[in-house]
């Protein structure tokens, strides 16, 4: 299984980005996928989740401005972000749930500016 994000960057507070992950190797259009997050200094936290249903969780923190959404047919989940705060800047890892494991991409930097 390989995550593969893109989409990060620099943005000022206030803005909006878009990360994708695409997934690819022996899985399933069900699994589970999602998006974590980690800043300097801080555990990696999760952000949302999103079921193979579409099914969408998110933390206190980010609900009303992050949506998660996924295309299942190219085993594809994004994260549109907006009204981005500075403690939003972090580096976001996309997850996968495959077959009682986790799988991590190799994470994409967002920061955001005040």
């Known amino acids: 299984v390989q995550l593969v994000e893109s989409g990060g960057g620099l943005v000022q507070a206030g803005g909006s980005l878009r990360l994708s992950c695409s997934a690819s190797?022996?899985?399933?259009?069900?699994?589970?996928m999602g998006w974590y997050r980690q800043a300097p200094g801080k555990q990696r936290e999760l952000v949302a989740t999103?079921?193979?249903?579409?099914?969408?969780f998110y933390v206190d923190v980010v609900k009303g401005r992050f949506t998660i959404s996924r295309d299942g047919a190219k085993n594809t989940v994004f994260l549109q972000m907006s009204s981005l705060k500075l403690e939003d800047a972090a580096v976001y890892y996309c997850?996968?749930?495959?077959?009682?494991?986790?799988?991590w991409g190799q994470g994409t930097q967002v920061t955001v500016s005040s």
């Open positions: 997850w996968m749930y495959h077959q009682f494991m986790d799988y």
């Open positions: 190797g022996d899985i399933f259009s069900t699994n589970a």
């Open positions: 999103i079921t193979g249903g579409g099914s969408p």
